[in-house]
């Protein structure tokens, strides 16, 4: 499962985007290659998770463009928002009326129903195979981060773009989310993520964000 080289990478050139109708951020401009990742630094307003979700497609662009790119040949932005990327928000997305399984198994479903018996294996990875038939709202927060992150695994994409995914992780938590996100470089795939001072990824690229100021 995602064994095959990921191709895409991403460009980003003035981007110009706005909450709540006001301009928060402008003239940001990076580049981001196949295995690249890609950490976002910033006070607390800076535009962070904004600028995630400008690239995810759910935030209005006040100016600029976003490019994803397979070598010179331009990606349509509709096809790989649906097919080659994956959003982890501060919300994990889980059900907790389901049990542990339950909710891989309808992400699943709904993203990947070739790889619906991978669920199980998914689960001892993430270490909450003991859990799996338990609801999920008993899990721990940081052990609903951990199955929030087997949703980037049971649909293998291209782009993960994550905000805040060490949040409430211990340190043993904090490694196997290290770890994943290494795999995944290896495979060609790109990581953008916001992160405090505390975590980020061997080899990453960094950009400070400041509200309003050219980055």
Known sequence: ???????????????????????????????????????????????????????????RLLEGEILFLNGSERLDLEEIAAN??????????????????????SWAVLLAPDNISQASDLLDKVGLSLMANERASRLSAGQKRRLALTRLLIAP??????????TALDSEGQALLT??????????????????????????????LSTGVTA
């Not at 080289?5 to 006001?22: K, M, T």
């Not at 916001?194 to 061997?202: K, N, Q, R, V």
């Open 179 to 208: 770890e994943l996100c290494q795999t995944h470089r290896a495979r060609g795939g790109v990581i953008v993520l916001t992160a405090h001072e505390g975590f980020s990824l061997p080899d990453a690229k960094g950009l400070q």
């Open 84 to 105: 080659q990327l994956h959003y982890l928000g501060h919300e994990n997305g889980v059900s907790l009326k389901l049990s542990v399984l339950e909710n891989i198994t």
């Open 157 to 166: 994409r291209a782009i993960w773009l994550m905000d805040e995914p060490a």
């Open 1 to 59: 499962m995602g064994t095959q080289p990921y191709q895409i990478s991403l460009q980003i050139h003035d981007l110009g985007v706005e909450r709540a109708g006001r301009h928060i951020l402008a003239g940001v401009n990076f580049k981001v290659a196949p295995g690249d990742a890609l950490v976002l630094r910033g006070t607390n307003g800076a535009g962070k998770t904004s600028l995630l979700r400008a690239l995810a497609g759910f935030s």
